[in-house]
């Protein structure tokens, strides 16, 4: 049973989620998932630098109205898509590469659901905050344009 956990939007800067993506050597055409997309920011820019299909999972009906604009302002219909709804109910077993940017308490209860559905190869990425009770494959900073960002990678 999930808790009622809230996590306030922070969008990521498309140059660190470029550089962040970027570091689990994506395929053109993988599939993304960003659970907790906000605006879609990270699966519209995984799109169009590495032409991923792009996933965002939001629970925030305005940031899902935001970022269906944003799909068709782009013109990414069939590339990006959202869905409404919650993050612990998904079926990420379609995803390939799944970029988190929760927090660690979320990413702890998270991350059972993640590594139980996920297929063998597909790399998970935190933004920011580690996913307790699991060791990352790689860590690292990216500079933005305010401040450093960290990541971690794991990969099921």
Not at 120 to 142: A, L, N, Q, T
Request: positive net charge; glycine residues 8%.
């Amino acid at each position: 049973m999930s808790i009622p956990i809230r996590v306030p939007y922070v969008p990521t800067p498309t140059s660190v989620a470029i550089d962040i993506i970027r570091r689990v050597n994506p395929r053109p055409g993988e599939v993304i998932v960003d659970a907790g997309a906000g605006e879609c920011n990270v699966v519209i820019a995984a799109a169009k630098q590495f032409n991923l299909v792009g996933l965002g999972i939001e629970k925030d009906p305005l940031l899902v109205k935001r970022c269906l604009e944003r799909i068709n302002e782009e013109r990414l219909y069939g590339r990006v898509y959202v869905v409404w709804g919650d993050i612990f109910k998904f079926n990420y077993s379609i995803a390939d590469i799944v970029y988190l940017y929760l927090g660690t308490d979320v990413n702890r209860e998270l991350a059972p659901i993640l590594f139980s559905t996920l297929r063998r190869g597909s790399r998970v990425i935190s933004h920011d905050f580690e996913i307790p009770g699991y060791k990352p494959i790689e860590s690292g900073v990216v500079k933005g344009p305010l401040r450093e960002h960290r990541y971690y990678v794991y990969v099921k």
